[in-house]
């Protein structure tokens, strides 16, 4: 019975063993050294099969509400490096480099600041505050600091205008820009809110022709595809329609080959302007004129370099509404995807 006992006590925290137990045990030990390291991936609790499902799935929840930026450093294999990196040079053991990772997930999170990192860390490790204000520095620096990844993400973002931006990357008009499904005339089915489909209702109710602020707010707020749109959803289609009507630029990231809509800043970026709120920059912020130009339809499902105009093309003096039968035409050519995987 005492042999019995003595097996089931709990190892101790100083071993490499603790940190692997059950914990990617059908994993390699190289990624479970990366995934006691990574910030996305550590445990909530110090000791990793302490940690809850509904614990696991919260920091899910909260990283996939975080900015790209922030989400792309805290999966980095880089970043993990760092933390084994920063270990080796202050003699720490994993749970300690786990620690680390746990503290940077914390600061991402909104949970931990930058002035408080040395004394959390001193307390967790424990050690003494001058050498965890020394990890802390090389913490900020090398890696909270770092703006490579955010270079690297600017560095691939262009402006252009909607059309030549559809004209470019043809796959651009197949992205959904709102979650639910929207009707459009002369179509049986719903179909698939991808920008295409979005601009073909727009302009099969407004008309191709630009539209005001106004006319445009009426259509977001009161089409029946638009009133139950979330306040997010609705926002991004704004982005769109202005863009059509007013000819703007928008932000297309040239790797994925999809628009890039507003979000707010990254959690570093929201760090530096905090820091900088009382030393504004003294050079004036210049306007950009954007040229003006329109996107025209030749049907409500075609878009105009698909089958370009004739030069002399005038658009048709609207009829008196009549009660008219229905007419079938033979189908066209079309850009209306009803593809249901979405």
């Known amino acids: 019975m005492g042999q019995i006992q003595k097996q089931s006590q709990p190892k101790p925290h100083n071993t490499i063993n603790f940190m692997k137990e059950k914990r990617f045990a059908s994993y390699s030990e190289e990624f479970q050294l990366m995934a006691n390291t990574l910030p996305m991936l ?6 990793p099969t302490d940690e809850t499902d509904d614990q696991f799935i919260s920091t899910h929840d909260r990283f996939i509400a975080l900015d ?68 802390s520095k090389a913490i900020i620096e090398k890696i909270i600091n770092d703006d490579s990844q955010e270079q690297a ?3 691939s973002l262009e402006n252009i205008i909607l059309p030549t931006a559809l004209k470019h990357y043809p796959g651009l008009g197949e992205q959904l820009i709102t979650s639910e499904k929207i009707t459009l005339k002369s179509f049986p089915e719903p179909v698939r809110p991808s920008i295409k489909n979005w601009l073909a209702d727009y ?19 009161q089409n029946q ?25 928008i932000t297309i990231d040239k790797n994925s080959k999809t628009v890039v809509f507003e979000k707010t800043p990254s959690v570093r970026e ?15 912020i210049q306007k ?14 075609r878009m105009s370099y698909e089958k370009p105009r004739s030069q002399n093309y005038r658009q048709p003096t609207p009829l008196p509404k009549t009660e008219t039968p229905s007419i079938k035409r033979p189908a066209g050519k079309n850009i209306i995807n009803l593809r249901d995987d979405f």
């Open 270 to 284: 929201q760090f530096l302007q905090k820091n900088n709120r009382n030393n504004p920059t003294s050079e004036p």
């Open 288 to 301: 950009i004129e954007r040229p003006v130009q329109k996107i025209s339809f030749s049907s409500p499902q």
């Open 42 to 47: 550590v445990s909530v609790t110090k000791n």
């Open 68 to 135: 790209d930026i922030s989400k792309d450093k805290m999966v980095a294999p880089k970043t993990a490096t760092i933390i084994q990196a920063i270990g080796k040079t202050y003699n720490l053991n994993l749970i300690q480099m786990s620690d680390i990772a746990r503290a940077i997930r914390n600061f991402y999170f909104g949970e931990l600041t930058i002035e408080n990192l040395p004394s959390i860390l001193a307390k967790e490790f424990p050690i003494e505050l001058e050498k965890a204000n020394e990890i």
């Open 225 to 249: 595809n638009t009133k139950n749109l979330s306040s997010q959803d609705r926002q991004k289609l704004s982005y769109i329609l202005k863009a059509y009507d007013e000819g703007s630029q």
């Open 203 to 221: 302009t099969f109710t407004l008309g191709y022709n630009s539209h005001s602020s106004i006319e445009r707010g009426n259509y977001i707020f």
């Open 153 to 155: 993400y600017q560095a």
